[in-house]
Structure formats: C-alpha cells, structure tokens
C-alpha cells in the first residue's frame, strides 16, 4: 500500500482556515484531520476533541518529555502540538491528513517529514485580516492586537511555503485546497502499485 500524504496548513489566526477546512471535509470525509493539543481556554461554540484536545500546562510538557509531539510551539502565550502517533498512523494506513500549525509548527514539520505539502493560507488583505478577527468576536481587543502582530511575522514567512491560497472566496479556497490535495495523489510515487497491476495482467 503506498502511504498517506500529509498536508500542513498554515495562516494567520482570523484568515479563515477553519472554515477553509470545513467546507473541504464536508466534501471529502475520508481525509483525516491531527487534532492538536493545547493549553488554552476552550472559546465558547468549540468542543472537546474536535480541533483540539484541551489540557493542562503539566499533561502538554509531560508530552514533550514522552516525545509524543511531532512538533510544539508557544503562541500568545499558550503551548499547541500535534500528537505524533495519530499522524504516522495515517501516513502508514495510506490515509491523507491535515495538520494545522503555525509557521514554527510548520517549519518542524518540514524538518522531520521532508515530503510533507505545506500550504499557506493567505487573508485578502490585512484591513480584511482585522475585519475578521474583530468580527469573530472570540478574543479580547488585547488579544486580537497580539493576533495581528503575530499575523505579520506569519505573512512574511509564506514563502516558505509551497503553496499559497488566498482566502477570498471560503468555497473557492476549499476547493483550492482539494486540489492540491488530489494533484498530490496522482503523483507517481503514489501510484507505483498500478505500474505492476497492469503489467501483470498484460
Ligand atoms: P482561522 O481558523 O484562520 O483563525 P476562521 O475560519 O475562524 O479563521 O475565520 C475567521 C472569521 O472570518 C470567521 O468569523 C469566519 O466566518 C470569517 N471568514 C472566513 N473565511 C471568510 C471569507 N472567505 N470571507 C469572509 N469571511 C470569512
Ligand atoms: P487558535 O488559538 O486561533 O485556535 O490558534 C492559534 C494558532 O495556533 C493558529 O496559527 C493555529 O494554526 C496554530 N495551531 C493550531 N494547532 C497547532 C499545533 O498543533 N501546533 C502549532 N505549532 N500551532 C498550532
């Protein structure tokens, strides 16, 4: 069987990855999503288990001693990791699975899994950005200042990236999405078994 890929998704907070994302597994359910880990408070409409697995300061860097974290990363103050074993799991079941970090995640990923797709979700414009981070109405004014800080440094590190969609349209986004998606499943060191099926049968 050949392996799963994995696709990491990267964006500043507020430029729409998760409804990106949403729309693409509403049409796509077999690709699996890395439910990261996290120490920050639960926001009101989010669920235990759904994007992330909420837990304490103690249990994440009871983690990192375990090596059981792909990657981690500090952000405004709060730890995110992606669990290790979820992922190989996919990779070696031949399954595609999203991992959504930040770009240091993103940049740990690359280290460790050289063949991974990085993906870089880019807002319209920084105006829209703020737009929709105030619009979100989850954080703080504080917060959303500290967010877009972040947002700068993140946008400056999209070329690091190997590719870029702009989040203009979610559906057109998604839809994007997917398409690097099944250009990465066509490609032939994914499809070696159907060079042998069809000799085999000549
Ligand atoms: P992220 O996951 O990157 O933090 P969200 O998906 O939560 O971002 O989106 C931030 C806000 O922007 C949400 O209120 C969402 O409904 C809105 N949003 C996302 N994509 C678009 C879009 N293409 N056009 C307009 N609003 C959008
Ligand atoms: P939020 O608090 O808005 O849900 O996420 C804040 C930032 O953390 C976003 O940039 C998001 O992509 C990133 N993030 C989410 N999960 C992980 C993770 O497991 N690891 C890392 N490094 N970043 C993550």
Redesign the pocket.
């Known amino acids: 069987m050949s392996k799963g890929g994995v696709f990491v998704v990267s964006?500043?907070?507020?430029?729409?990855?998760?409804?990106?994302?949403?729309g693409l597994f509403a049409e796509n359910p077999d690709i699996l999503f890395s439910i990261s880990s996290i120490t920050r408070a639960m926001r009101p409409g989010e669920r235990e288990g759904e994007k992330y697995n909420f837990i304490s300061r103690e249990h994440f860097e009871e983690m990192i001693k375990n090596d059981l974290l792909l990657e981690h990363n500090v952000f405004v103050g709060n730890y995110y990791g992606t669990p290790r074993i979820p992922v190989e799991k996919a990779v070696s079941e031949g399954r595609d699975i999203i991992i959504?970090v930040d770009v240091n995640g993103a940049a740990q990923i690359r280290k460790k899994l050289p063949e991974a797709v990085t993906v870089f979700?880019m807002p319209?414009s920084f105006a829209?950005l703020k737009?929709?981070?105030v619009?979100?109405?989850?954080e703080s004014e504080e917060l959303i200042e500290k967010r877009l800080r972040s947002a700068l440094d993140e946008i400056r590190r999209a070329e690091e990236y190997d590719y870029i969609i702009v989040?203009?349209?979610?559906?057109a986004?998604s839809q994007s999405l997917m398409s690097v998606i099944k250009a990465c499943r066509l490609k032939t060191e994914r499809q070696k078994n159907i060079i042998n099926e069809v000799l085999e049968k000549c």
């Open positions: 964006g500043p907070s507020g430029s729409g990855k998760d409804t990106v994302l949403k959504e979700i319209p829209e737009r929709r981070l619009g979100r109405g989850t989040n203009d349209d979610a559906a986004a």
